[in-house]
Structure formats: structure tokens, C-alpha cells
């Protein structure tokens, strides 16, 4: 990792040319990855890779380098390479000084991945795959997957920004596969968090199986989803995913300054109910989306972005921030040093309300109940939206009555928003890798138990 003296030479180097703002990312990554396919070990390997980024912004123009040298001279022969790229005659730079950010560390690690064998980790695995194939002779087939993660990084930039991390993160995945008379059902569930590998204590191999091979087991035996318009309460144990797609990604402040969103020059105006309020949140202890500090340096924060109706604020990263005259959130974030950082999410909420979930399903006599959500797609421009779910219940007076499968949600995220009028107090997360402009990062979601007065289900059956 770079010092803070060799730091400030490179970024001096990166401005001798002129421009507005500099940084240089380093980031050493070890990982393991383990995998079990149809019943057989697929992959046991750990790896590691490091490099550097350098970036040298001027006006509108940004001029990007990453290169695998980590040598203090290689960086700063790089970064009067890139200087020289972006033109200008050579000068006399002065900067602040590098002050180092501080921060609390929100994802402590009791058991660190690397003082476990990879024998164990095997083991882990073989145990999930074994739990999935056990619960039903349907279950035909179940592939897991196990992965850790330690990423070392240090943020240097001309603002004065002197910033390090380490992320660890444990995960494993499980989709079981059953089949019946012809036809075949998938089930998936993840479990991946920013600890070490104590989250298999908690959330155990089998576990983690017997819930994928119980979700695709259920939908062999699900009625067809009826189509029409629904009262739909979604349970918490949906996660966040309808936050995350039809309102998350629109509130990106890259979105937000080409105006390619809905929810561009919104600010201060009604954009859901007065029970909902909506944040994202880099700082909730061991959550897959937390961390120190966000790619740039900038230290995690909980951003404030739809509070009681009013839309209160947008994700940012130091660009956006500056061009839209707005503080950066420390939503910063990039895949890895080959690319440059964007507006993420990380943790997004729809923060718990004050009524029983269960009251609340009492409180519907006919409806819809979606307990588990798939994946979907999002127009960031009109807000509409298409989500699968992938476990789902008739709602027959009041209670949970026969499964459904093969239903979708059909609506508009400003709109659904603005109709719920039941909030749980509970709260269950969902976890994921987000896709965006080719980079994927680790993320979060969560809300509580919500229910939607009237929307569309997408089903294969008509409304009887």
C-alpha cells in the first residue's frame, strides 16, 4: 500500500498539467471459491489480485489508468503518463495536506476466512448440497456455491482525502432444481454477509439447501397465478428488492444529472405515502452493502432520501456531487481498480412503520401475498416496473391460503409508492451482487411488511 509522502508526489505528478481533482485507488483482493454441482465437486480455488487506479479529472473530461505495477516508481511513471495524455504545459502544484479519514470499523470479523481450511470450506459446501437433495426425491439436482472475500484498499485524492479499508465478506448460495410429471421448478436462496466465516453458525449449510429445495418444491405443487388487480401485502421476507429496483436506482445521481430518471428535479416534492421514508445506508453493522468508506475515499454514511412522502435527497459519488452543487454520500463505489467509481447503492430501506404484519394481513379478505421476491425489470425514465415472484399465496379472509406460481407484479414505483397504506414493524433484508454499467457490487435491501391497496399480478389464469 502506498504511503502517505509517495501519495502526495503521485497526485502532484497527476495535476503537473493542470486539472480539477486526482486520486489514486490501490486494492489487494484474496478470495476463495468453492463449488458443488450435481452432486460433485465442481471448484475449490483461492486467488488473489491487487492493482491501481489513477484518475485525473479536468472540467468534464476524466482521464482513467489501472495498471498491476504496485511499485512506488511504476505509479509514478504511470501517473506522468497519464498527465501528459491530458495535455497542458507542466506547473508548480500545491495541495492540502493528506489527512487520514477516520472512521469505525461497521463489519467486525470473529472468525477470519483464512484461518479456515479449505478442506472445511469444501465440507460446508458438500453439507448445503446434501441438506437441498435430501429434503424431497423431487429435488433432482443442486448447485452451491461458496465464496470469501478479503479486499484491502487505500484512497489517496488532491482534495486531501487519505483513506484505507478491508472488507471481508462470507457468502453461500444455494438453487435446487425439482421436478414432477414434465415439469420443473427451480428454488434459490443466498445467504452473504460482510463477517467472516461465523455467518455459517448462524445461517447453516443446511439450512441454507433445505430453503432452496423447499421454495422449488412448493412451486411443483402451486396453483397457476390468477391475473387481474390485487390487494397484495408483501411480506419483509421479500426483502427490499421492489425498493432497490423501482426506486433505488432512479435516486443514482448519474441518473439524476442526465436526467434520465423520474425522479430528476423532485426534490422536495410528494413521491410516496406519509408512512413510507426511505434511506441508504453504508453503515449497518455486517450488512453485505457496508464498509468504512466508499471507493473515494468517503467515509459511509446513512443518506436520507424519501422521508413521510417528501424525496429528501439523491446517491452520490464525488462527481455527481459536484456537478449537481450537492455533498458527496459516500455512494461512490466501483467493482474493482479496473473501473471507475459510480453512484451505488448499498443498504436500502423502507424503514419499519408501526403496524402488526400480522393485522395487516387480517386485514385483507381477498389478495395477493408475495413472500418471496425473484428478479424484474425497471424503466429508470417512467418508473414502471415488472417484478417475478418467486414464492406467493392466494390471500382467502384474512389468512394465508394456497400457494401460486408463475405471478409477476405490474406497476409504476412513484405510484405504488404513494398507494401503500399499512406498514409492519418488522424489517427483512434481501442480499445480492447489483448490476450496473458492467460493474457488479455487493448490496443490500430491506423493508418491512407493506400492504398495496390495488396493483396488477401478471398471471397465467383469469381473475375469478
Known amino acids: 500500500m502506498i504511503t502517505r509522502e509517495h501519495a502526495a508526489r503521485v497526485l502532484r505528478t497527476l495535476l503537473s498539467r493542470g486539472g480539477d481533482f486526482a486520486e489514486i485507488y490501490l486494492q489487494c483482493t484474496q478470495s476463495t471459491r468453492v463449488s458443488y454441482d450435481d452432486g460433485r465437486l465442481d471448484e475449490a480455488t483461492t486467488g488473489e489480485d491487487a492493482g491501481v487506479a489513477l484518475r485525473l479529472v479536468r472540467g468534464d473530461l476524466t482521464n482513467f489508468s489501472n495498471f498491476n505495477r504496485l511499485d512506488p516508481a511504476a505509479i509514478l511513471e504511470e501517473a506522468e503518463a497519464l498527465a ?118 448462524r445461517q447453516t449449510p443446511e439450512k441454507i439447501g433445505r430453503e432452496a429445495a423447499r421454495i422449488a418444491v412448493l412451486q411443483l405443487e402451486a396453483e397457476p397465478a390468477p391475473a387481474g388487480s390485487f390487494t397484495v401485502v408483501l411480506s419483509s421476507s421479500a426483502g427490499g428488492t421492489m425498493v432497490h429496483e423501482a426506486c433505488g436506482h432512479g435516486l443514482e445521481g448519474d441518473f439524476i444529472l442526465k436526467e434520465l430518471s423520474v425522479y430528476a428535479r423532485k426534490e422536495g416534492q410528494k413521491v410516496a405515502s406519509d408512512l413510507i421514508t426511505v434511506v441508504d445506508d453504508g453503515s449497518i453493522p455486517n450488512m453485505r452493502g457496508s464498509s468504512r468508506i466508499d471507493d473515494e475515499g468517503t467515509p459511509s454514511t446513512r443518506a436520507l432520501l424519501i422521508e413521510n412522502v417528501i424525496l429528501r435527497g439523491y446517491l452520490h459519488s464525488w462527481k455527481t456531487a459536484r456537478d449537481l452543487g450537492h455533498e458527496p454520500t459516500g455512494h461512490g463505489r466501483r467493482e474493482s481498480y479496473r473501473h471507475l467509481p459510480i453512484p451505488r447503492m448499498r443498504n436500502t430501506l423502507i424503514l419499519p412503520g408501526k403496524s402488526d404484519p400480522e393485522e395487516i394481513l387480517r386485514s385483507v379478505e381477498e389478495g395477493i401475498f408475495v413472500a418471496q421476491m425473484g428478479g424484474g425489470e425497471v424503466d429508470i425514465a417512467t418508473g414502471n416496473f415488472v417484478f417475478s415472484c418467486t414464492e406467493a399465496y392466494r390471500i382467502r379472509g384474512g389468512r394465508k391460503a394456497e400457494p401460486i406460481r408463475d405471478a409477476t407484479l405490474i406497476g409504476n414505483g412513484i405510484e405504488v409508492l404513494c398507494s401503500i397504506d399499512r406498514v409492519g414493524r418488522d424489517l427483512g433484508y434481501g442480499v445480492g451482487t447489483c448490476g450496473k454499467d458492467g460493474q457488479g457490487v455487493p448490496v443490500a435491501d430491506a423493508q418491512p411488511t407493506l400492504r398495496i391497496p390495488r396493483i396488477t399480478i401478471g398471471g397465467t389464469v383469469a381473475q375469478k
Open 84 to 201: 501528459r495524455a491530458a495535455g497542458g504545459r507542466k506547473r508548480r502544484v500545491s495541495l492540502p495536506r493528506l489527512v487520514t479519514v477516520r472512521t469505525t470499523d461497521p463489519c467486525p470479523v470473529k472468525i477470519h476466512p483464512r484461518q479456515v481450511s479449505l478442506e472445511r470450506k469444501v465440507e460446508m459446501v458438500r453439507r448445503c448440497d446434501t441438506a437441498a437433495r435430501g429434503l424431497d426425491k423431487r429435488v433432482v439436482q443442486a448447485t452451491c456455491h461458496y465464496r470469501d472475500t478479503e479486499i484491502k484498499v487505500r484512497v489517496a485524492t488532491s482534495e486531501g482525502r487519505f483513506a484505507s479499508d478491508t472488507r471481508i465478506s462470507t457468502g453461500l448460495v444455494c438453487m435446487a432444481v425439482a421436478r414432477q410429471d414434465g415439469q420443473t421448478r427451480t428454488g434459490y436462496h443466498p445467504a452473504a454477509e460482510a463477517r467472516g466465516f461465523e455467518l455459517l453458525r
